[in-house]
């Protein structure tokens, strides 16, 4: 069973409001992953690190959104300004490699009302 | 870009009979293949990977073999049980940063 720790598992906010999600990776796993699962199942990925290096982002992810992940804390991802469409289950993964199966935490869901 | 595609978005089926879910890929270089399960309100679990040197994984019953020439992954099982209805996805993986690539997902229902 997977490792990774999600803070806090269910999290609402106004539109506009600041939205903050953490994200502990599996002991040994240097390597972590933020996915976007919308309401219709589809994934998305956001970005992903190494260590406290970002690996690749995707364009949104430049805009609102910020991620980091310091060394000794958790890792987090934080949307600036909450927009409705940003309601979905972000899923944290970690990997012991860059190119190895990824393990999932139980995910963050954010409802933007 | 590279993708997956998931043909069937639900599969019902009744309990005992042999399960096959469809994935195929697109991509440029070769991509690692993996197979993922989602109970409802759980996260993904890691159910297969493909292996590079063509031997086939196997996990609870489940089993996928990488066809090259086909660029495909299908998923089977000889005989459902009621305990494998969830969403499964069909997910690659190449270059050096290692996102996943999913598929849109099948919904599997076992019926007794």
């Known amino acids: 069973n997977s490792k990774v720790i999600q803070t806090p598992r269910y999290l609402v906010k106004g539109q506009g409001q600041k939205a903050k999600m953490r994200c502990i990776p599996e002991k040994g796993h240097p390597v972590v992953f933020w996915y976007q699962q919308n309401k219709n199942n589809e994934f998305k990925f956001l970005i992903n690190f190494q260590n406290q290096e970002v690996l690749q982002q995707i364009d949104m992810t430049e805009k609102r959104f910020s991620a980091e992940c310091p060394s000794n804390s958790p890792c987090s991802l934080e949307i600036q300004s909450s927009e409705a469409g940003d309601s979905a289950l972000y899923l944290c993964a970690s990997s012991p490699l860059g190119y190895a199966e990824q393990f999932f935490g139980p995910g963050t869901r954010l409802t933007v009302l | 870009g590279d993708s997956v595609t998931q043909t069937e978005g639900l599969v019902t089926l009744t309990e005992g009979l042999p399960v096959m879910l469809n994935c195929t890929y697109q991509s440029t270089y070769s991509p690692f293949l993996f197979w993922y399960v989602q109970h409802l309100n759980e996260a993904p679990k890691l159910l297969l990977k493909s292996f590079t040197d063509n031997k086939r994984p196997e996990h609870q019953g489940f089993h996928a073999t990488l066809h090259k020439s086909s660029s495909s992954f299908h998923l089977q099982k000889s005989s459902a049980q009621l305990s494998d209805s969830a969403l499964y996805y069909c997910?690659?993986?190449?270059?050096?940063?290692?996102?996943?690539?999913f598929g849109l997902g099948t919904t599997l229902q076992v019926q007794p």
């Open positions: 997910a690659s993986q190449t270059g050096n940063t290692g996102k996943l690539i």
